[in-house]
């Protein structure tokens, strides 16, 4: 976070006036205080421009409780019915896909639906006839719009391909109002053309044939698997960024590194801030500051191309973009 903000200070022109405010939420403020984001933090985020999220999470904290009390629940709350997650084959990285064609392709996961929405239960809990469910929900409403969203984007950029990903031939009642959802959009983009996949089979190209894909559009579970995949072959985990949009601008969007908190290195001054400074290009971009977004991008780039196997402190590597982006 400290390296992201490092960047984005550098980074904008002198006369626009960047006013922050940092929220302690997190871990330790949950051990602190047993809080996750109280009513009165979430109403005073609801006032920001834009949210930059740094990565949460920590084993000494039971699984789910900061996920749900506090991730989630400001997608829910600020209605982040778009999480863009974009990947591109940055050079001189650690993958098994270096040296091919160029990836770059962006996925519009939906953010506020799927099995994402606590919609489910148990019955005879820890027994040995146990059932859980898990309900995955998708409305017309919710669908549509990010359906829209993911044509208006695939509209915008050179390649004009939209895939839709699913998994229809098993998830059938879900699997038609996507698919249905989308021919029935498509009919609208004759420009922009477009392509199926089952969620399987779209693992399968990710590693084999990622230069196939321009926009990808799928649900909240299938986006969030596909993204970590995404992230691995195109550069490593360290490398993702994402924003959880509104595009309607009814609240605040929120940017925030795809990985997680590494908590096994945390305070060592080992971690890649790359993730967190590219989030902070996608906060800049959403709020219309799209020379310094693209300056970020390309920083990263030629601060990647360069690198010569040195390992660097996280510190080092804010300080290097930020140089780049002032210069
Ligand atoms: C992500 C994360 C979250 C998700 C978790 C932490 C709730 O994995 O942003 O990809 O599943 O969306
Ligand atoms: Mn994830």
């Given at each position: 976070?400290?390296?992201?903000?490092?960047?984005?200070?550098?980074?904008?022109?002198?006369?626009?006036?960047?006013?922050?405010?940092?929220?302690?939420?997190?871990?330790?403020?949950?051990?602190?205080?047993?809080?996750?984001?109280?009513?009165?933090?979430?109403?005073?985020?609801?006032?920001?421009?834009?949210?930059?999220?740094?990565?949460?999470?920590?084993?000494?904290?039971?699984?789910?409780?900061?996920?749900?009390?506090?991730?989630?629940?400001?997608?829910?709350?600020?209605?982040?019915?778009?999480?863009?997650?974009?990947?591109?084959?940055f050079p001189n990285?650690?993958?098994?896909?270096?040296?091919?064609?160029?990836?770059?392709?962006?996925?519009?996961?939906?953010?506020?639906?799927?099995?994402?929405?606590?919609?489910?239960?148990?019955?005879?809990?820890?027994?040995?006839?146990?059932?859980?469910?898990?309900?995955?929900?998708?409305?017309?409403?919710?669908?549509?719009?990010?359906?829209?969203?993911?044509?208006?984007?695939?509209?915008?950029?050179?390649?004009?391909?939209?895939?839709?990903?699913?998994?229809?031939?098993?998830?059938?009642?879900?699997?038609?109002?996507?698919?249905?959802?989308?021919?029935?959009?498509?009919?609208?983009?004759?420009?922009?053309?477009?392509?199926?996949?089952?969620?399987?089979?779209?693992?399968?190209?990710?590693?084999?044939?990622?230069?196939?894909?321009?926009?990808?559009?799928?649900?909240?579970?299938?986006?969030?698997?596909?993204?970590?995949?995404?992230?691995?072959?195109?550069?490593?985990?360290?490398?993702?960024?994402?924003?959880?949009?509104?595009?309607?601008?009814?609240?605040?969007?929120?940017?925030?590194?795809?990985?997680?908190?590494?908590?096994?290195?945390?305070?060592?001054?080992?971690?890649?801030?790359t993730?967190?400074i590219?989030?902070?290009?996608?906060?800049?971009?959403?709020?219309?500051?799209?020379?310094?977004?693209a300056r970020i991008e390309d920083a990263v780039s030629a601060d990647l191309a360069e690198r010569d196997?040195?390992?660097?402190?996280?510190?080092?590597i804010?300080?290097a973009l930020a140089v780049r982006v002032a210069s």
């Open positions: 976070m400290a390296q992201g903000l490092k960047v984005l200070n550098a980074v904008l022109p002198q006369d626009v006036k960047l006013e922050t405010k940092e929220y302690d939420l997190g871990a330790q403020r949950w051990h602190r205080t047993g809080d996750t984001l109280p009513d009165a933090e979430l109403e005073a985020l609801r006032n920001h421009d834009a949210i930059l999220l740094g990565a949460i999470g920590d084993p000494s904290v039971p699984s789910g409780v900061l996920e749900r009390g506090l991730l989630l629940k400001l997608r829910f709350a600020f209605d982040h019915f778009i999480n863009l997650r974009p990947s591109k084959l990285t650690a993958t098994p896909l270096a040296g091919r064609p160029d990836i770059d392709f962006v996925v519009v996961r939906e953010g506020t639906e799927g099995p994402y929405t606590g919609n489910g239960g148990s019955l005879r809990t820890g027994t040995p006839a146990e059932v859980a469910t898990e309900v995955s929900v998708n409305t017309a409403y919710g669908v549509e719009r990010v359906v829209r969203d993911a044509f208006e984007r695939a509209a915008a950029r050179p390649r004009k391909k939209l895939t839709l990903v699913h998994k229809n031939n098993v998830l059938v009642y879900a699997g038609h109002l996507w698919k249905n959802t989308f021919d029935r959009v498509a009919a609208e983009y004759p420009q922009v053309s477009t392509d199926y996949l089952h969620v399987d089979a779209a693992t399968i190209f990710f590693v084999t044939q990622p230069e196939r894909f321009d926009v990808i559009v799928t649900d909240n579970l299938f986006g969030d698997i596909l993204t970590d995949l995404a992230a691995a072959v195109t550069g490593g985990i360290g490398l993702a960024a994402s924003g959880n949009i509104n595009p309607t601008g009814a609240f605040p969007s929120m940017f925030e590194p795809v990985h997680g908190s590494a908590p096994d290195i945390a305070g060592q001054g080992k971690a890649d801030p993730a967190t590219l989030s902070v290009a996608l906060l800049l971009r959403h709020l219309g500051y799209d020379t310094e977004a196997g040195v390992t660097r402190t996280t510190d080092e804010g300080d």
